[in-house]
Structure formats: C-alpha cells, structure tokens
Nanobody, 123 residues
Framework: VQLQASGGGLVQAGGSLKLSCVDS????????MGWFRQAPGKEREFVAA????????SYADSVNGRFAISRDKARSTLYLQMNALAPEDTAVYYC?????????????????WGQGTLVTVSS
C-alpha cells in the first residue's frame, strides 16, 4: 500500500480530529495531494487539496474554515486537521496523490489512493 491513512475515529459534534496519510514509497513529493470522503449511500466527494510545495490549498465549501490541509514533505506525510466536526462530516476519508503538481478537485485527476479511514461524528 503506497498511501496509508490513519487518525479516524468516533468524535462528538464540535470536536476535532487530525488525519494523517503516509506515502510509504515517497513518490508524491512533486505532486499535489488531496483528501476526499464518501458517506454511506453517497458518492465520493472532494474535501481539500494542496499543491506540491504546500503553498496553495483548496477546500470544499462545506469544510472551508473548519478543516486545514497540510503536508510535511520530509516525512512524506499529508494531514487533515478537522475542527468543529458535525454529523454530516461522517464518512470514510481517503487521501490521494494527484497526477500533477497543482491542486485539483476532480477525483479523476488523482492516481494513487489510500485505503480510507472512517470518521464518525455523533450528535
């Protein structure tokens, strides 16, 4: 497995979680990376993305201002800090490596995917 996501769990509404995604093969350093999520019965949706340098980010409207994406290239690790969580944030969260160095919101612009980590937010 190239991308290993972790950090999911059960949290109460209003709480926080920080997801991590380790690129074990260190092949993502020149690529943008992103987080997507899929709730039960729904399609996978874009959450956040960061460019290869970590200087440019993009967020879905639903998480903007609550979530923060970052990356530590020395550790080949991608993060997603999630604050003010709400029940509608409940989903399996996936990290992914983009085809290019620029941020992308379309899942078809990503080539490597992690296995997902489950986030459950209780009301």
């Amino acid at each position: 497995v190239q991308l290993q996501a972790s950090g999911g769990g059960l949290v109460q509404a209003g709480g926080s979680l920080k997801l991590s995604c380790v690129d074990s093969r260190r092949t993502s350093s020149n690529n943008a990376m992103g987080w997507f999520r899929q709730a039960p019965g729904k399609e996978r949706e874009f959450v956040a993305a960061i460019d290869w340098r970590g200087g440019s980010t993009s967020y879905a409207d639903s998480v903007n201002g609550r979530f923060a994406i970052s990356r530590d290239k020395a550790r080949s690790t991608l993060y997603l800090q999630m604050n003010a969580l709400a029940p509608e944030d409940t989903a399996v969260y996936y990290c992914a490596t983009a085809l290019s160095s620029a941020v992308a919101k379309d899942a078809t612009r990503y080539r490597y995917w992690g296995q997902g980590t489950l986030v459950t937010v209780s009301s």
